[in-house]
């Protein structure tokens, strides 16, 4: 894992590049409280990604960030990631500071911390920082992202609805969010905070969009529209396109869900899934 | 609905007889924490099926009984039952107790309250007592369950297992119930409690089962292999048919369960859902 200076052909020996010959990066998607101290499995995986060379903590989402970046530092203390920085935005017009975009120069990857998701997308959306952030995507670099982290991946992200209850029609927030991955709605700490009903809730608003629930301690890696599962939990794919029924439309607000025909998939360390036929491949697979 | 004091004669005016002419009654399994000083949706669902004859109120799930009976005496205040009278067993002999049966004389149901499932069993199975409520259930009576009086409805009931975590393989007792409801598991407290989890791991051992989950004040109403949703909650319906990979059997111990291709359906009041061709009929619905 080579060391590289030179910013501008700083691309790794990529394996990211797409079939349409897009150079396009890798998404590292967490469930939120990654091991930091023990296995280190994610953190590992998001080393082994940025290739050496600097790694970004956005810690964006938080209002108040003290304390993620060190904790980061600690996580990563012994992994083959070059200079860790922290990238903080307190008003949205930092998000355009050409001083504080300097730390992309040398970065193969961004990670962002837990918090807000809609404090990420209201401070930095349409910036020059974002702009460098799907620049560095583009350019074969690792975009990673924990609980609120990972749901801003999304076209349109989950941002608030009830958990440990079944979902009732109208209660979810949804909103734009940076739209790295295309087609999935992604929900995190997902078995811990029994989030089943409103993962559901979003699929049946529009089953184009894959649910894809992510226990913490866990991660999806997505390269080329197919993900591998990382970490200790479990990851739930919700599938609505062979939805028979759904009241999502027509019953009353506050009115319990309604949806026949989900196809779900339960997925552990070491499966992959095909977003583009929705498919899980097992093949591979040596359990036991 | 006349309060009828011919005990032999003293079945209702039965839709419940099956196909085969053989007389059942009907299953009413809720998901806990009924609805008790409002709209009442379940209790008066029981009330109807009893039919203005008694109730009892079996209370020996729990190992502290006090308050239960009293709960359940103002719960059903002013719905047309008969003499709600309590069934306490707090030794197994107390099941061969003659006296005691003699609450079976003018019931038209019978009512468990919640607790461990495994005390139910473990105090009344092979009893006389048990031996009674198989008899009132196939006369065309009702027995009604609540959280653990639900699970202990099954063939296999689910005893434990963890929630708001995903399954991990092993984790989780099951054992023999009473056997009114052949070939599904039933969960309860089910999105309150994140268990969507241990209901896949239990429909991972044998997708035979149909796994249930009856979210609280929500109840499925049985009668001959069919069943109607009623209250406030979902019920989840998780059908292994169609399950194409699975690492139950060769998984490690604590393991994070991997499964694929789970049919679920999310059902609410006023839907339908058949056993035996494991399919919803929505037909009926009129939502909005």
Known sequence: MAHSSKHAESQPETSNRSPSGKDQGTLIIIGGHEDKEGRRDILKEVAQHVQGRGLI????????????FESYQQGFDGLEVGELTELYVNERPEASDQDRLKVFENAGGIFFSGGDQLRITSQIGATPLEARI???????????????????MCETMLIKGSSEESYRVGDLQMGPGLGLIRGVIIDQHFAERGRIGRLLGAVAQNPRVLGI????????????RHFKVIGSGAVYVADGAEISFSNSSEARTNEALS?????????????????ETRRPSASHLKKA
């Open 213 to 224: 629930g992510i226990d913490e301690d866990t991660a999806i890696v997505v390269n080329d």
């Open 259 to 275: 949806l026949h025909d989900v196809r779900l998939h339960v997925l552990s360390a070491g499966e992959e899934f095909d977003l």
């Open 134 to 152: 799907q620049q560095l995507f583009q350019a074969g670099g690792v975009v990673a992202g924990t609980s609120a982290g990972a749901s801003v």
């Open 57 to 68: 903590i956005a810690t964006v989402a938080s209002h108040k960030p003290e304390g993620y």
